[in-house]
C-alpha cells in the first residue's frame, strides 16, 4: 500500500521538531471501546490492524493510558513487536490519565511508566495532558499538580513534547496560558459543523505550537448522518442534525461523500498540522487515504460554509 500522497504528507508538528503524517490514526477503537463507538474490536483485528498502519502512508497513532484501561496501549505494542520494531520515522502519541479519581503528580508518574511497558519503548516523544476538564479539582495546574511533574519528565529526558488534550475552549485557554506546552489537540470543535475552537486554533498558531484536530467526524454524525444522533459524544442539537444530512446531500452532488468532505475540511485549514481518525479494522486505511488525494473545488466549499449550524447550536458556543 503505497499510494502516491500530498506533497506535504509529511510535515513538522509546529516548533517541537517532530515530524508527523497529515493525519493520524486515532487509538481508541483499537483498544475496543464499544461503549463509546458502539461496537467491539477483537483483539486480533486491532493488532493486525497496528501492523498495517506501521507499513502504510500513516505514520502516527495517537492513543492514552486511559483507553480501555491500557488495551489500546498493549495492543499497539504488541503490534510494534509483531512487526519486529516501531519503524524509525512513526511517532506513538499517548496521553497521561488520572485513575480512580486520582490524577495527583504520583500518578501521572505511574502512567507515564505505565505506558512506555505496554508500548515497548524507552521514551515516550508526545505526551498529553488529557482531559482536564474533567479533573479541575485535582489541582491540574497548581505548584506541584500534574503539569509540572509533566515538565519534570520532560526535563529528564524521559518524554519529549508536552501536548495538552481536551475538548471545552474554555479550560483548554486556561492551561494555555501556563505556557508550558509545545501541542495542542482539541476534539469536534472545528468540524463541518462546529467551529468553537476557531480562536483557540489562532492562539495557539501565533505561539508556534503543533496543533491537532481530532474527532473531525464529530465522534460518527459525520461520517453517518442517520446513525445514532449524537455529536461530540452527546445527543445532537436538531440543527447540527440537519446541517449533517444537507450536508450529505451536498456531498452527493459534487460525487463525494460526507466522510471525506470532513477530513478535507481539516486538512486544508493551513494551521492545523494532523488530524486524527479513530480506525478499527484494516481494510479501512484504504479508504482513508483516498477520502485525502480527493480534492474538492471551492464552490463546493462556499456551499458547505452556508450550511454551518448558528453557533449556539456548537459544543461550546461561547468562545473566548
Known amino acids: 500500500m503505497d499510494p502516491q500522497m500530498p506533497a506535504d504528507w509529511l510535515r513538522p508538528l509546529g516548533n517541537t521538531g517532530l515530524t508527523v503524517s497529515a493525519v493520524a490514526a486515532g487509538g481508541g477503537p483499537i483498544g475496543s471501546m464499544p461503549e463509546m463507538f458502539g461496537y467491539d474490536v477483537p483483539a486480533e483485528q486491532a493488532i493486525d490492524l497496528v501492523t498495517q498502519l506501521l507499513r502504510s502512508p500513516v505514520r502516527v497513532i495517537d492513543t492514552s493510558n486511559g483507553y480501555s484501561d491500557g488495551e489500546s496501549e498493549r495492543r499497539i505494542g ?16 499517548t496521553k497521561t490519565d488520572g485513575k480512580d479519581g486520582d490524577y495527583s503528580r504520583e500518578r501521572v508518574r505511574r502512567s507515564i511508566q505505565e505506558s512506555k511497558e505496554r508500548l515497548g519503548l524507552d521514551r515516550l516523544p508526545l505526551v498529553y495532558l488529557h482531559d482536564p476538564e474533567y479533573a479541575l479539582d485535582q489541582g491540574l495546574d497548581a505548584p506541584g499538580g500534574a503539569v509540572e511533574v509533566l515538565v519534570e519528565l520532560q526535563r529528564e529526558g524521559v518524554i519529549g513534547a508536552i501536548g495538552l488534550a481536551g475538548g471545552d475552549v474554555k479550560v483548554m485557554h486556561r492551561f494555555l496560558d501556563l505556557g508550558v506546552f509545545d501541542v495542542l489537540l482539541n476534539h469536534n470543535r472545528w468540524t463541518l459543523v462546529d467551529r468553537s475552537a476557531g480562536a483557540l486554533f489562532d492562539r495557539a498558531a501565533a505561539a508556534g505550537m503543533g496543533i491537532v ?31 449533517a444530512l444537507a450536508l450529505e446531500s451536498l456531498c452527493q452532488e459534487w460525487g463525494t461523500d460526507l466522510a471525506t468532505a470532513a477530513l478535507q475540511f481539516s486538512l486544508r485549514d493551513p494551521r492545523i498540522h494532523m488530524s486524527v481518525v479513530g480506525i478499527s479494522k484494516p481494510e479501512r486505511i484504504g479508504a482513508l487515504l483516498a477520502s485525502v488525494n480527493t480534492k474538492l473545488p471551492e464552490e463546493f466549499w462556499s456551499a458547505a460554509e452556508e450550511l454551518v449550524p448558528e453557533p449556539s447550536n456548537w459544543l461550546d458556543p461561547v468562545a473566548p
Open 78 to 93: 504488541q503490534g510494534i513487536a509483531r512487526a519486529g520494531g516501531l519503524p524509525a520515522d512513526y511517532l506513538i502519541s
Open 213 to 243: 484536530n481530532a474527532a473531525y467526524l464529530g465522534g460518527g454524525l459525520l461520517a453517518n448522518p442517520h446513525g445514532q444522533r449524537m455529536y461530540g459524544y452527546r445527543p445532537a442539537p436538531d440543527p447540527t442534525v440537519k446541517a
